[in-house]
């Protein structure tokens, strides 16, 4: 499967704890976004990342979240401890080149917060 | 602030019949256009784009229009399917930035059989 990986597909997280979603890229892709996606809405974007580099944070809620992506290894959005309102889809997004137009997105995770 | 407008959360087509999804946007520096199909409990997918040096583009049974002056897109499917049963997001992105996507609210486009 060459398409993007996001694991966990379903997190059930308590408040308070902390929740990790991983993305893998597709093969060839350096570039990778993050949204999120509440009930009855579309997505929001909320951070774009390059390898080792945070590109642009500008839709990341100021405190408790935060990206990354390694040289080696997934792209993991971070959520510390996680409120009621944090309960959405989180879809990561991979693209070939910066500007590079179309995003192909993962299946995302749907992280539930009891 | 909504960005990019779909004001019709849901649209019913039969089957063989246009689908006619229809998007606004406020930003004048959007130069570049998407929409993207979505199942439950998937991600996006990616149907076709629209650069705005362009005011149409074409792909088999979908074609995609761009009224610059107007702030208005719209995605036609012909013939339409049951298949196509999904929702359907506009998406808009500007050059210059990191590319990020600002979309739509979404439609539901139901193709009944």
């Known amino acids: 499967n060459a398409g993007v990986m996001q694991n966990p597909r379903h997190l059930v997280r308590r408040r308070g704890q902390e929740a990790r979603l991983r993305c893998s890229p597709m093969?060839?892709?350096?570039?990778v976004y993050w949204y999120r996606q509440l009930p009855e809405e579309g997505l929001k974007f909320m951070v774009y990342?390059?390898?080792?580099?945070?590109?642009?944070e500008s839709g990341m809620p100021k405190e408790r979240f935060s990206a990354e992506f390694p040289k080696e290894g997934p792209s993991i959005l971070r959520i510390q401890q996680v409120v009621r309102g944090d309960s959405a889809a989180y879809f990561c997004?991979?693209?070939?080149?910066?500007?590079?137009?179309?995003?192909?997105f993962g299946p995302g995770t749907r992280l539930t917060v009891t | 602030d909504q960005q990019v407008k779909q004001n019709s959360p849901s649209l019913s087509v039969q089957e063989g019949r246009i689908s006619i999804l229809n998007c606004d946007y406020t930003?004048?520096?959007?130069?570049?256009f998407l929409w993207y199909k979505k199942y439950p409990a998937e991600g996006p997918t990616f149907l076709i784009s629209?650069?705005?040096?362009?005011d149409k583009n074409e792909d088999g049974r979908f074609t995609v229009f761009l009224n610059k002056s107007a702030k208005h897109l719209s995605l036609h499917i012909v013939p339409s399917q049951p298949g196509d049963s999904a929702v359907y997001f506009c998406?808009?992105?500007?050059?210059?930035?990191?590319?990020?996507?600002?979309f739509g609210s979404g439609t539901q486009l139901t193709v009944l059989p």
């Open positions: 998406a808009a992105s500007e050059s210059g930035s990191a590319r990020q996507l600002t």
């Open positions: 990342l390059q390898k080792e580099n945070i590109i642009d």
């Open positions: 930003n004048s520096m959007f130069d570049y």
């Open positions: 997004a991979s693209s070939p080149r910066q500007g590079g137009g179309e995003q192909y």
């Open positions: 629209i650069s705005s040096i362009k």
């Open positions: 093969k060839g892709h350096s570039h």
